[in-house]
């Protein structure tokens, strides 16, 4: 297979430094409101990337499940590779890809455990399966099978049968909260629009174009 020949042209648009707002906050609501509005499949799926101790990244995609001008939160179990990653060094970089939109958007910050009570929250709005799930997975760690995992499953099943399923005291929630944004909208040629918001010495979020 030749992927040299794997190429597209960026159409959909451009950006320009007065489509922007001056609150990056704002201007993701903006995007992020127009990829639900344009029916982009999981818009809330976003890359999650780690440093280990020894400086090797790591990424997957994780969901945001909520967000406000105090960061960005997503939910995990606190014995898996990231959180243990994020115990060392707790900067990271999240990423949104909307490329029915031929949009990104990259996020640097420092992440922070959101509170047990927050956690408590989110974790009772989530269907049975998952909350069962979640006390099933002890994510990361190596398994024999997938049927060990099922098996699991059914003895949570008949344990929590009778009554509600507890927050797992290993599971919750992280807020990244940035200093960095960086909004990226394709364009022709390869000429793509990317604009940078950074905090000043101020705490004032200033805006920048960068070369594509």
Not at 87 to 114: C, M, T, Y
Not at 166 to 173: E, K, R, T, Y
């Amino acid at each position: 297979m030749d992927i040299f020949e794997f190429r597209n042209e960026y159409l959909k648009g451009g950006l320009s430094r007065s489509d922007l707002d001056p609150n990056p906050f704002k201007q993701f609501e903006q995007w992020f409101s127009h990829a639900c509005d344009c029916g982009v499949k999981e818009p809330n799926a976003m890359a999650v990337s780690t440093v280990s101790a020894d400086g090797a990244p790591s990424s997957r995609v994780v969901l945001l499940k909520s967000w406000d001008e105090n960061g960005f939160v997503f939910y995990t179990n606190y014995t898996s590779q990231k959180a243990r990653e994020i115990a060392q060094n707790p900067k990271v970089s999240l990423l949104f890809a909307w490329f029915d939109l031929e949009r990104q958007l990259r996020i640097n910050g420092v992440a922070q455990k959101v509170s047990a009570a927050e956690s408590l929250r989110y974790f009772l709005s989530r269907p049975r399966g998952s909350r069962l799930g979640a006390w099933v997975s002890r994510q990361s760690s190596i398994i024999t099978s997938r049927s060990l995992l099922e098996m699991q499953f059914e003895k949570m099943k008949r344990k929590f049968a009778d009554g509600q399923i507890p927050l797992p005291d290993f599971w919750g929630g992280f807020r990244v909260v940035p200093s960095y944004f960086e909004f990226w909208q394709g364009r022709e040629n390869r000429l793509h629009d990317r604009f940078a918001y950074a905090k000043n010495g101020g705490g004032e979020w200033e805006i920048s174009r960068l070369a594509p």
